[in-house]
T-cell receptor, first 112, second 113 residues
């Protein structure tokens, strides 16, 4: 079956630090990969996506590259801000299934 | 205009009660979902309707019953509430089944005491 593994949090950084949140997956077929962000008290919002190998998704300074050889989709940002503090979810859809698979979420805390 | 709206935002109730959570979307999407998020932020899909037809029905106690009167609404009714039902419940919608174009509501925090 499909699965998504994210690094455990919380990840605690100072403002302007470099961010990496690791995500690896197992999937049947060729999955589409997503990162969602959940700010406190809100629902999840799509941050970025990639639909095939070597695609790079990007949005709001965040990037992630679909690496088929390492089955990874790590989220990066060059300089985080306090406002980036949130929970980040890696997710995939694959094999014609309607059912998305979410990782367990990684909490990011950015200090001034 | 809120795209996916859920009511109520907070719900505190006693064990054994029956309660409903309502969801409405004004995006014209064909597919709607209910998710449960536990205290550790783990997100689990419960149900999905496409054009008022049930297409996903995960392993969920039959005390939970979704109802979709039309494709803009998907309500969740829970009978005989238990302590373990305490969680945040999210409604979501998408143009078609899958993860493309998902829009989530802001959640209903259910606390069973």
């Amino acid at each position: 079956g499909n699965s998504v593994t994210q690094m455990e949090g919380p990840v605690t950084l100072s403002e302007e630090a470099f961010l990496t949140i690791n995500c690896t997956y197992t999937a049947t077929g060729y999955p589409s990969l997503f990162w969602y962000v959940q700010y406190p008290g809100e629902g999840l919002q799509l941050l970025l996506k990639a639909t095939k190998a070597d695609d790079k998704g990007s949005n709001k300074g965040f990037e992630a590259t679909y690496r088929k050889e390492t089955t990874s989709f790590h989220l990066e940002k060059g300089s985080v801000q306090v406002s980036d503090s949130a929970v980040y979810f890696c997710a995939l859809v694959s094999g014609g299934s309607y059912i998305p698979t979410f990782g367990r979420g990684t909490s990011l805390i950015v200090h001034p | 205009d809120t795209a996916v709206s859920q009511t109520p935002k907070y719900l505190v109730t006693q064990m054994g009660n029956d309660k409903s959570i309502k969801c409405e979307q004004n995006l014209g999407h064909d597919t709607m979902y209910w998710y449960k998020q536990d205290s550790k932020k783990f997100l689990k899909i419960m149900f999905s309707y496409n054009n008022k037809e049930l297409i996903i029905n995960e392993t969920v106690p039959n005390r939970f019953s979704p109802k979709s009167p039309d494709k803009a609404h998907l309500n969740l009714h829970i009978n005989s509430l238990e302590l373990g039902d305490s969680a945040v419940y999210f409604c979501a919608s998408s143009p078609e089944p899958g993860l493309y174009g998902y829009t989530f509501g802001s959640g209903t925090r259910l606390t069973v005491v």
